[in-house]
């Protein structure tokens, strides 16, 4: 037994462990925020005499049902599969395109997304509409920008980062254009609240459809790690390891444009998260993907939760998510990249 | 022809206007060490690159082992012949142990996880090669002279028998590349075959077995070092004036005029 292994597997094993305990610490600190405020002891009592080991109390039962399991029980599920989906595309992205600055926007899906998602909001469509619109967009941004690059001739990162600023670009001028033409009483407000993210109002069933497509896209990207690490050595470099290269950069771009116009569609812009989460991340696992790409989820959710409870609860009205996770985020950025620098040990 | 990496008759060319390479054939195989020389954008990289199999030649073929290299796939090559970057730089921090391990990736798969025998086997390849200190330190936070031997560690890890390297002594100390030279002649005897470009005539000279001059998008002259290199090789192929010293033991060093 190499002792470097021993050691090396017993650190990964503990950080993986205080990553999942302060993701359930997390989780039961947001459940218990809230207008109608309850106690650590309410959670676990419900809990408890939900899993029938201690006597039910019917009409109590019922309130914290209620409180819990319908209100914000949703909204957590669906920031911690929100928080993870971007956090994991924004590391898969840095990774693919060897570049610790790229972020799930890179390829114009935020761009996308939002343009889908405004011109949903001008036509006057169901909300269920403004999501299918905003996935639509998101898909068919970086779709673009993958077939500008094409026009370069031979595809590399470098010219799929220009295609998807192409992209991007060219969307963000088509949503000024809708947004100057919305009506500006009761449109464009729609819109501009859109932009900054919400996640209030996300159901139980829209997160437990989708949660599970999100999860495949991530765990898809998860197994992909290795050959991730290849790539992000560099192109001919992962040619030499027998990684087809094409193959897999289109692949991991495919998975990580999925679940992040999905989790687009379903809450707004959440900026930051998929630039800031990994980087926190790699300084915990270290840069190789079959480890950071989980991290990056565990992390991103954890940020994403806390992130989501003060943005209902900071003040009587609720903020929009996407203010909280940029002021978080910058800040936290700054002090993680200060430490990245240094290296990650 | 065991185990045998042949280019013959390659064409080439960039954006299909200026052939880089019109005609180029070079072999190497186990246990040989053969330099390519060749002044700046004669097409040395392209030609390796070719050999490699990343670029499709225009016409002409690659062969391993007798069999065209279209006919193999990613991954079967990258058990056969490993590869060297020129001043390779990392965007990420990973260390050197993981660096070798990625080696392991054309034999055990993408899902197998790595184990315990699998540190152990980087560790010894970084202590044959002296730098298991170096191991737990970042990729990104060693010297170019040792980046290269990770690197090549990594190519060991690969279990190739054959290594093309593109330029490894860029960017390298005076002490660093002999060294390195002294390396590969010691993997050359333990049956490694070394496809190596260079800009320095006197390493190529006292460390292959064979030179290749690339002029003109072919290789002009391809022999013993002896019989190939001369200041009128040199003056040919850089366009400098220099004069040749004959060491005792038939080595040979050029001096500019």
């Given at each position: 037994m190499?002792?470097?292994?021993?050691?090396?597997?017993?650190?990964?094993?503990?950080?993986?462990?205080?990553?999942?305990?302060?993701?359930?610490?997390?989780?039961?600190?947001?459940l218990s925020v809230g207008r109608y405020g309850l106690s650590v002891g309410d959670i676990l009592g419900f809990l408890a005499s939900r899993a029938k080991l201690a006597a039910p109390d019917q009409a109590r039962d019922d309130l914290l049902r209620n409180i819990l399991v319908d209100i914000r029980l949703p909204r957590i599920l669906a920031a911690?599969?929100?928080g993870a989906a971007l956090s994991v595309a924004g590391a898969a992205y840095q990774s693919v395109f060897r570049n610790?600055?790229?972020?799930?926007?890179?390829?114009?899906?935020?761009?996308?997304?939002?343009?889908?998602?405004?011109?949903?909001?001008?036509?006057?469509?169901?909300?269920?509409?403004?999501?299918?619109?905003?996935?639509?967009?998101?898909?068919?941004?970086?779709?673009?920008?993958?077939?500008?690059?094409?026009?370069?001739?031979?595809?590399?990162?470098?010219?799929l980062i220009l295609g998807g600023m192409i992209s991007g670009a060219f969307f963000t001028a088509a949503l000024s254009i809708l947004k100057y033409a919305a009506d500006?009483?009761?449109?464009?407000?729609?819109?501009?609240?859109?932009?900054?993210?919400?996640?209030?109002?996300?159901?139980?069933?829209?997160?437990?459809?989708?949660a599970p497509l999100m999860l495949a896209g991530m765990a898809a990207l998860a197994l992909l790690g290795r050959p991730l690490d290849a790539l992000a050595m560099g192109e001919d470099e992962a040619r030499g390891l027998g990684v087809p290269v094409a193959a897999l950069r289109y692949g991991a771009i495919a998975a990580a444009t999925f679940i992040s116009a999905l989790s687009v569609s379903l809450a707004g812009m959440i900026g930051w998260i998929g630039l800031f989460a990994p980087h926190f991340a790699r300084l915990m696992v270290g840069p190789g993907n079959a480890r950071l790409l989980p991290a990056s989820a565990l992390v991103g959710a954890i940020f994403l939760i806390a992130a989501d409870t003060l943005a209902r609860s900071l003040t009587r009205t609720e903020i929009p998510i996407g203010i909280i996770t940029e002021l978080l985020g910058i800040p936290a950025f700054i002090l993680v990249l200060r430490r990245a620098r240094k290296g990650w040990m | 022809m065991r185990a045998r990496l042949a280019a013959t008759a390659l064409v080439f060319a960039r954006n299909q206007k200026r052939r880089v390479l019109d005609g180029a054939t070079l072999a190497f195989g186990p246990g040989e060490i053969v330099s390519l020389l060749g002044a700046n954008g004669s097409g040395k990289t392209t030609l390796l690159r070719l050999m490699l199999g990343f670029l499709r030649p225009e016409a002409g073929t690659?062969?391993?082992?007798?069999?065209?290299?279209?006919?193999?796939?990613?991954?079967?090559?990258?058990?056969?012949?490993?590869?060297?970057?020129q001043n390779h730089v990392a965007p990420f921090p990973y260390r050197?142990?993981?660096?070798?391990?990625?080696?392991?990736?054309?034999?055990?798969?993408?899902?197998?996880?790595?184990?315990?025998?699998?540190?152990?086997?980087?560790?010894?390849?970084?202590?044959?090669?002296?730098?298991?200190?170096?191991?737990e330190r970042s990729y990104t936070?060693?010297?170019?002279?040792?980046?290269?031997?990770?690197?090549?560690?990594?190519?060991?890890?690969?279990?190739?028998?054959?290594?093309?390297?593109?330029?490894?002594?860029?960017?390298?100390?005076?002490g660093a590349q002999?060294?390195?030279?002294?390396?590969?002649?010691?993997?050359?005897?333990?049956?490694?075959?070394?496809?190596?470009?260079?800009?320095?005539?006197?390493?190529?000279?006292?460390?292959?077995?064979?030179?290749?001059?690339?002029?003109?998008?072919?290789?002009?002259?391809?022999?013993?070092?002896?019989?190939?290199?001369?200041?009128?090789?040199?003056?040919?192929?850089?366009?400098?004036?220099?004069?040749?010293?004959a060491a005792p033991d038939g080595r040979c060093a050029f001096l500019p005029e």
């Open positions: 190499s002792r470097a292994y021993s050691t090396d597997r017993a650190r990964t094993l503990l950080l993986f462990l205080g990553l999942v305990a302060a993701l359930l610490a997390t989780c039961i600190a947001a911690a599969v929100i610790p600055l790229a972020s799930p926007g890179l390829l114009g899906a935020l761009g996308g997304a939002s343009f889908g998602a405004a011109l949903a909001l001008i036509l006057g469509l169901s909300w269920i509409a403004v999501q299918g619109f905003a996935f639509a967009g998101g898909i068919g941004a970086v779709a673009l920008g993958v077939g500008v690059a094409g026009l370069f001739g031979e595809a590399s990162t470098i010219t500006p009483y009761d449109q464009l407000p729609a819109i501009v609240y859109w932009l900054m993210g919400s996640l209030a109002a996300i159901g139980l069933t829209q997160i437990l459809w989708t | 690659v062969a391993l082992e007798g069999r065209e290299l279209r006919a193999w796939s990613r991954r079967d090559i990258a058990r056969k012949v490993a590869y060297v970057a050197v142990r993981d660096v070798v391990l990625l080696g392991r990736l054309p034999r055990a798969g993408w899902l197998t996880p790595v184990t315990s025998h699998d540190f152990a086997s980087a560790d010894a390849l970084l202590d044959q090669l002296g730098i298991l200190t170096l191991a936070e060693v010297s170019g002279g040792e980046r290269q031997l990770v690197l090549i560690a990594r190519a060991l890890a690969q279990g190739a028998s054959l290594l093309v390297m593109d330029e490894p002594m860029a960017g390298l100390d005076y002999i060294r390195l030279m002294r390396l590969l002649q010691e993997l050359k005897r333990k049956g490694l075959g070394v496809l190596l470009s260079t800009h320095h005539p006197e390493h190529a000279f006292w460390a292959s077995d064979a030179i290749a001059l690339l002029e003109q998008g072919r290789i002009a002259v391809n022999g013993a070092p002896r019989d190939v290199l001369d200041a009128e090789a040199i003056e040919r192929l850089y366009r400098v004036k220099v004069s040749a010293l």
